[in-house]
């Protein structure tokens, strides 16, 4: 059974520059059934591993992942792009197509030991989330899972992340 999200997400051709076609998933957010079905499957999925705290990717993993703290009664992590959070940080670099980017979080957001549920809506070439585990890992944290709305199958993103738990809801 497909998800009513699956249906409800649109291409956009040529976003943010010639030649992609962007996933978006502004239609299923603007749908509550299929926004609540999407939190469930998450849910569902996240509610089967150790997690003592939830950390969203921004800027969509927010949408995603403060929920799924509130309802599994855990914390959560913001991750963040470089320079947006106050406060002592700690950040990781990583590759894109032409150049670098810069993911951080507080220093302080994870003690050593938690189990960490890292959750976003895309994965694409996978460099974000490869950056966010080892910025939970260097905070004394173990990835428990990562769970995503969108996967872009044909980017082989999942592959910068063998050896962790990646799941997710829609894949092309």
């Known amino acids: 059974m497909k998800l ?3 249906r ?3 291409d956009v051709l040529d976003f943010p520059k010639a030649g992609i076609v962007f996933k978006d998933i502004t239609p299923v957010l603007l749908h509550p059934v299929a926004f609540r079905e999407t939190i469930d499957q998450m849910l569902g999925y996240a509610r089967r591993r150790p ?3 939830v950390v969203g990717i921004e800027s969509r993993g927010f949408i995603f992942g403060a929920p799924i703290a ?3 009664g855990v914390g959560y992590v913001p991750v963040r792009k470089l320079g947006k959070l106050p ?3 700690i950040r990781q670099e990583y590759a894109l197509e032409y150049g670098t980017n810069t993911v951080e979080m507080h ?3 994870i003690r050593s030991g938690q189990r960490v549920l890292i959750v976003d809506d895309l994965l694409a070439t996978g460099g974000t989330s490869k950056a966010t585990t080892q910025l939970v890992e260097a905070a004394g944290g173990e990835v428990s899972a990562l769970i995503f709305l ?3 199958a044909f980017l082989n993103g999942r592959e910068l992340l063998t050896g962790y738990d990646v799941y997710s809801l829609v894949e092309y």
């Open 107 to 109: 220093k302080d957001a």
């Open 70 to 72: 509130l309802e599994l």
């Open 87 to 89: 406060g002592e940080t």
């Open 150 to 152: 969108v996967e872009l």
């Open 51 to 53: 997690v003592d705290v």
């Open 4 to 6: 009513l999200a699956h």
């Open 8 to 10: 409800l997400i649109r």
